[in-house]
């Protein structure tokens, strides 16, 4: 105990990365392992990005051990594995309330720490924003480093390779430390991750390379020779062997693959390259959730978790009865695939966070995930469709913005039939900014031929879901994080009406147009309201597009009193939408649009966040009464 006292009070000396350097290299370990326990235990009681975290603790220690963060500037990729980062720059005592309304973001953020050089959240930007701040740098003359750290998971996106093609050709100051750790939030996939695979690190390359070499000698006449050519030249023969081949392709000095938990190693490596002014790459093999072992046994598990017990790694979660809206999603594609043959589904790195899995193990043939790679994945389900399949497309809203051209040259052009399963829609909570699902309602609604739905529980999304497949254009379901409302279950679920709403309520004061789960708060709403004496007919719309229209136009020429309702900005979303059927219709109403005002939503509990923005059943209560309390319409 007294031992632990000793190491805890360690990290308690670290104010910011000039304490560290302060350090003796033979306390750095002792370091590690007290930043390990502090991140295991607050994020048991937070939830947040564990074993990524976890992997990285040596590679933080090191890096901030070498450079001079913040002249030098550190971008982690996606920024979910920053956690020890953070607590080397000065966060230590706001770590508790990581992830919590007004605490620290579980991404790193410009905003939030002078050591955060870039804004995260969404994987393989760092390279383009390292090397557009390495140009910067040449272009005022400054002499600083820069360095992208990005997991090999993130390697798997588009993005990645386009700032590596410019990096190489510019020759620019850069150094990209690539963190493999064979694992995206699940295993890695593709060629490339094969690739990278440490198949050739350590003593499979030695073993190898000696058999070569023999192999080298025992080729008759020319053996000898090649052997002493290959011998002589070891950097070409590495290359050879290496995954440094590709890297060097793009011009890279390339290093690795070290063990990323050799402190030793690691800070001699990182001295040694600091002194080059190239473009360099730096392959590191790290363990996901290394050194907690429920976390090292399933990485995929604590990648993103939420509260655990420290002691087992057990959820702490309370038992909720209902399915959440991604279990009904996964279930009810298993049950389609089995009833239909041409169904596929497509998913960009996220079998399990769009609950694909089970579909994935019955019908492999007919499951693709294409690696973090959102704009391929669609337009690869456009190809799909090209040959008379019908894909279903699963990305959460936020990540699905990455194919916004794909979506409408690849798809909507020609009103190929690809359904899109846009999971996470709305307020997503503690990831915050970056990962809130608000802007597609907007960025769909443009695109001609799109229809667009969103479910007021998990039934409906059941029907909405079989709905998508027999249309034959692109369609879109969008469906909030968290569990159902609990609703029973059609079996099976009867087919929608396209563009068709469904009138809720009946009330002659008050009209309010709700969508997705805001149709649950429009409920409660006119149940508050009728206490107080205001009669409210609450419609639940269905479809952002084909809009209803008829329905619409008629109850607001009744009742000129409406509120629209909707999780998702207000410019450009379901509330826009009405407003201009409205006046494209000559109707003269008085209307409240409630959704989120033109503003990035931090990070917070859905529940803090949902009574901040207004985006609750209080807020429509509000909106009403005040419809109820102003006067005549003005014509
Ligand atoms: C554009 C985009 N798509 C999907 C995600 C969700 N996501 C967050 S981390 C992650 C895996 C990243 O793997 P890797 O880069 O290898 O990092 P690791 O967690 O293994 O350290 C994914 C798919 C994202 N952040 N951004």
Known sequence: MKELNKILSLLETINNPADLKCLQRSQLSGLASEIRKKIVEVVSKTGGHLASSLGVVELAIAIHYVFNVPEDKLIWDVGHQAYAHKLLTGRQKQFDRLRQFRGLCGFTRMSESPYDAFSTGHSSTSISAGLGMSCGKALKGEKSKVIAVIGDGSMTAGLAYEGLNQAGDLKKDLIVILNDNDMSIARNVGALSSFLSRKFSGKKLQEFRKEL????????????????????????????????????????????????????????ILVNIKHLNEPVLLHITTRKGKGYPPAEKNPTYFHGVGCFEVRTGQCVNHSE????????????????????????????????GTGLCEYSEQFPDRFFDVGIAEQHGVTFAAGLATQGFKPVVAIYSTFLQRAYDQILHDVCLESLPVVFAVDRGGIVGEDGATHHGLFDLCYLRSLPNMVIMAPKDENELRRMLYTAVSLDKPTAIRYPRGIGVGVKMDNPPALLSLGKAEVLTEGQDVLILAIGRSVNDAIEAHDLLKQKGIFSTVVNARFVKPLDVALFTELVKKIPRVITVEENMRQGGFGSAVMECLGDEDIVCRIRRIGIRDTFVEHGSQKILRRKYHVDTTAIVEAAEKLMQNGQIKT
């Open 213 to 268: 070499g023999e192999f080298l000698k025992s080729v008759p006449r020319i053996g000898d020779d090649i052997y002493h050519f290959a011998k002589r030249s070891e950097e070409s023969f590495k290359t050879f062997v290496t995954p440094g081949m590709l890297f060097e392709a793009f011009n890279f000095e390339y290093f690795g693959p070290i063990n990323g938990h050799n402190l030793d190693h690691l800070i001699n």
């Open 321 to 352: 009865c209902a399915p959440t809206y991604t279990q009904v999603f996964g279930k009810t594609m298993s049950e389609l695939a089995k009833l239909n043959k041409n169904i596929v589904a497509v998913t960009a790195a996220m079998p399990e």
